[in-house]
């Protein structure tokens, strides 16, 4: 009965951290925006919703190679973060073109209440993106770890940390005026982001088989290494942005496509000594 009521409370804390956050980036929403993009606030009874079922049904604890949790909160969170980065965009040229590209915006008062500090819009950006990524990170680690073993939840946390490294950067291009103006490349580039969240609701460490490691690793692949790879080698390519970031996750993605080959040529050719 204790270890229920614990992973109870785990499981009700991290969802409500995450529920708080997806409520900041839908003010900031509504700040850039006008009141009425508080619609999408609805996304939030998803969350709620799934709180109830895993906390009645479930007991806190999570499944195996699916976490609801981290699946709900990345689509209530995702689309506003695709909305403060398409206003970014469309306001390119008073952000970066002008000399008030560093001016601070608030949040808008709702019912008088407020918070009581301001940032640039970029800063806004990033703290809703960066705290996204963290707060999964942080959040996986308080869940409760169900059939998870000390070692693929700590297998599975590296993981996250690799992946979180690797988002990351990918925005980092939105920093360089070049991308910016070019909005396929943007837009593609946001496209590609929001499909690689996908990975952090999966258990991509659990499985135990050759076979289940390796479609694991190609589902990652698949998702992320090979399109960041793409987006990489057209940055470079194209606007010949050669910097320390770009080259490192570059080559990181080339050495996953390696090994994701070379993985699938020892299944291919059934020797127990490899797979």
Known sequence: MEESCKNIWKAVIVRLIFVIH???????????????????????????????????????????????????????????????????????????????????????????????????????????????????????????????????????LFVFIGMASDNSDLFVLFDESAVRKDRVLTIAILVIWCLSMILYAVGLTVAETSLGKFCSLLFAFLLQDFPYLIVRVVVLAKYALASYGVLFFLFKNIFVTILVFYKLFTLCDNDDDYV
Not at 48 to 74: N, Q
């Open 22 to 156: 997806s409520g900041l980036a839908y003010w900031r929403v509504a700040s850039v925006y006008d009141k009425s993009r508080f619609y999408l606030l609805f996304l939030l009874l998803l969350q709620v919703a799934e709180c109830l079922y895993a906390v009645i049904g479930r007991k806190g604890v999570e499944y195996k190679w699916f976490s609801s949790c981290f699946f709900f909160y990345i689509a209530s969170t995702v689309p506003a973060i695709c909305m403060l980065e398409i206003d970014r965009l469309n306001r390119y040229t008073e952000i970066y073109q002008r000399e008030n590209g560093t001016h601070l915006e608030a949040l808008i008062a709702i019912k008088g209440v407020t918070l009581p500090f301001t940032l640039t819009p970029d800063i806004w950006v990033s703290l809703i993106e960066e705290g996204m990524l963290f707060l999964m990170i942080l959040g996986r680690l308080i869940l409760p770890r169900g059939e998870l073993s000390r070692d693929q939840l700590a297998e599975l």
